[in-house]
């Protein structure tokens, strides 16, 4: 898998600590610290000052305090808040696959490997820096926002949205747009849609809320299906056990819904066409894992493991040679469809497997 990172440059830049100091005066209510310290640090939430606490890094009267301590008149608090950098966007010279492009948008194909935007720990070799240089920038770009600046509720119906609110506030930043108008995961190959001025942004981002958006993806994944096709409708929200990951809630979450179409069925594994809906984090992976066919490859959600096929040894082999292949999740955005917003044509696109992928279609079709 391609490095798109350049070596030469740190790409997880050292994070900034901020010194807060406070004197409680007299006549102070009595109030737990992490309270204290969110009224008086502007800016400052509650999450921020608690992860503060947990790690050690807030003092009363020189003793490392809990949330929970409340505060007397004249206690000394000291705390400690570590704050990302500011952002810099720099322009790189990473070769494109460009599969359409005209003076309002483009469509690529982005290489599994690639980061969509730039992060706080991963701010280099992104599609963005790419696209940044492809546009004709040369000069870094800085991102210089107060947290309270952007708005980060945004819906994950266009850009798919549910990273830590640093994250959204890059993606949301004047400087990220126009260009992103949706993302794909890291580790998923296939087509992206490029916006190139705020007009064009506005208006595909219209058809994403709406559904017009057409997006078909391939994916193998273990076991095989019962049905040949069909639609898997859950809510989506994060993990309580691993922020990273997502899964089907009961509760709050998000609306999501995937149709699956199975292409061709193998010894123990499937090829199948998902098609989305909604537009959440994640989900293809949640949803075709929720079903016991989680995605081959995929480390995240199970699928870098043996699920079927191990119990004869000829196919274990087989299931081994498999997963050396596929050193990521096996998905790829085949088609991209939607209506050109000033040419009022409809356009569709579609890509090639890339090679990892044909590779791993050729060891379970032998």
Not at 97 to 104: K, M, P
Not at 124 to 140: C, K, M, P, Q, S
Not at 154 to 167: I, P
């Given at each position: 898998?391609?490095?798109?990172?350049?070596?030469?440059?740190?790409?997880?830049?050292?994070?900034?600590?901020?010194?807060?100091?406070?004197?409680?005066?007299?006549g102070q209510r009595s109030e737990r610290v992490?309270?204290?310290?969110?009224?008086?640090?502007?800016?400052?939430?509650?999450?921020?000052?608690?992860?503060?606490?947990?790690?050690?890094?807030?003092?009363?009267?020189?003793?490392?305090?809990?949330?929970?301590?409340?505060?007397?008149?004249?206690?000394h608090i000291v705390c400690r808040i570590i704050k990302p950098p500011p952002m810099e966007l720099i322009p790189q010279n990473i070769p494109l696959?460009?599969?359409?492009?005209?003076?309002?948008l483009m469509v690529v194909n982005k290489p599994a490997g690639m980061?969509?935007?730039?992060?706080?720990?991963?701010?280099?070799?992104?599609?963005?820096?790419?696209?940044?240089?492809?546009?004709?920038?040369?000069?870094?770009i800085k991102i210089d926002f107060d947290d309270d600046e952007v708005d980060v509720?945004?819906?994950?119906?266009?850009?798919?949205?549910?990273?830590?609110?640093?994250?959204?506030?890059?993606?949301y930043s004047?400087?990220?747009?126009?260009?992103?108008?949706?993302?794909?995961?890291?580790?998923?190959?296939?087509?992206?849609?490029?916006?190139?001025?705020?007009?064009?942004?506005s208006q595909l981002a219209k058809q994403f809320a709406a559904h017009t958006i057409e997006r078909e993806y391939l994916a193998l994944v273990w076991g095989k299906f019962k049905e040949d096709s069909g639609a898997i409708i859950g809510n989506i929200g994060r993990s309580s056990h691993n922020r990273k990951m997502f899964t089907i809630v009961k509760k709050d979450g998000k609306y999501a819904k995937t149709d699956f179409f199975v292409k061709e069925q193998f010894e123990f594994t499937s090829l199948v066409q998902y098609k989305l809906h909604t537009g959440r984090t994640h989900q293809i992976r949640v949803h075709?894992?929720?079903?016991?066919?989680?995605?081959?490859?995929?480390?995240?959600?199970?699928?870098?493991k043996i699920i079927a096929g191990g119990e004869i040894p000829t196919l274990r082999n087989k299931a081994i040679s498999l997963l050396n292949v596929a050193k990521r999740q096996m998905l790829h955005a085949r088609t991209l469809g939607f209506v050109h917003p000033i040419k009022n044509e409809f356009m569709l696109f579609s890509s090639e497997l890339p090679d990892d992928f044909q590779q791993a279609f050729e060891i379970i079709s032998k």
């Open positions: 898998m391609p490095d798109f990172t350049p070596t030469s440059i740190d790409n997880r830049a050292e994070y900034i600590e901020q010194i807060f100091e406070f004197k409680v005066p007299r992490d309270q204290y310290i969110t009224r008086m640090v502007q800016n400052a939430t509650r999450n921020k000052v608690q992860n503060a606490i947990d790690s050690g890094r807030v003092s009363i009267n020189g003793i490392v305090a809990k949330s929970s301590k409340k505060l007397k008149p004249n206690d696959s460009v599969t359409y492009e005209d003076d309002y980061v969509v935007h730039p992060g706080f720990g991963n701010r280099y070799g992104t599609l963005v820096n790419a696209i940044l240089y492809h546009f004709g920038n040369r000069e870094a509720e945004g819906s994950d119906e266009t850009l798919e949205t549910n990273d830590d609110d640093e994250e959204l506030k890059i993606l004047d400087q990220i747009r126009p260009g992103i108008v949706h993302r794909i995961d890291k580790d998923t190959s296939g087509l992206l849609l490029i916006a190139k001025d705020p007009f064009t942004h075709s894992t929720s079903q016991h066919h989680p995605i081959v490859g995929d480390n995240l959600y199970g699928g870098d």
